[in-house]
T-cell receptor
């Protein structure tokens, strides 16, 4: 069973700051690493994903950085806004047709 | 498109009762799965299906059954509810293959007393 270690579990960032969430995985023969965003009372929603043939992918204020040799990938939220306050999950392929999620990071952006 | 629809949104059961959580998707996704979300535990896979008639166990399958008679529907059955099954349950679907993200339902909050 693939293990995905996500940190930190909680994060408080001031408005306009950079939020950084990290994930480490063990092994995978498959290359697709997504991040999901979940607001209270809602289901997770796909935010951004990367295939490790590139080291970085940027969509608006959200960037994934990928380090294949270290088996790590991270989510950077630039110019963090109060509306970004949510729980963020990383995920990695966990075996045949399975996906393993990280434990989640609760982000709070304060004005 | 409605996406992934879960019913009910809330449910209270007594220990020993059985019930079925419904999940339907209208995106013609081959892959469907059930996760439970508990504080400090993240999302844990209960069962999954790669197509009609094909199901398999995930990380925490005990106490749950599934079936997949159509592409659209993937119900989760609790056989004899226990307080340990108090959780938020999410159904998710995606296209088969590793390069596709999940579409999640809005969840069912289940309390077993």
């Amino acid at each position: 069973q693939q293990q995905v270690k996500q940190s930190p579990q909680s994060l408080i960032v001031q408005k306009g700051g950079i939020s950084i969430i990290n994930c480490a995985y063990e092994n995978t023969a498959f290359d697709y690493f997504p991040w999901y965003q979940q607001f209270p009372g809602k289901g997770p929603a796909l935010l951004i994903a990367i295939r490790p043939d590139v080291s970085e992918k940027k969509e608006g204020r959200f960037t994934i950085s990928f380090n294949k040799s270290a088996k790590q990938f991270s989510l950077h939220i630039m110019d963090s806004q109060p509306g970004d306050s949510a729980t963020y999950f990383c995920a990695a392929p966990g075996g045949y047709q399975k996906v393993t999620f990280g434990i989640g990071t609760k982000l709070q952006v304060i004005p | 498109n409605a996406g992934v629809t879960q019913t009910p949104k809330f449910q209270v059961l007594k220990t020993g009762q059985s019930m079925t959580l419904q999940c339907a998707q209208d995106m013609n996704h081959e892959y469907m799965s059930w996760y439970r979300q508990d504080p400090g535990m993240g999302l844990r896979l209960i069962h999954y299906s790669v197509g009609a008639g094909i199901t398999d166990q995930g990380e925490v399958p005990n106490g749950y059954n599934v079936s997949r008679s159509t592409t659209e529907d993937f119900p989760l059955r609790l056989l004899s509810a226990a307080p340990s099954q108090t959780s938020v349950y999410f159904c998710a679907s995606r296209r088969t293959g590793y390069n596709y993200g999940y579409t999640f339902g809005s969840g069912t909050r289940l309390t077993v007393v």
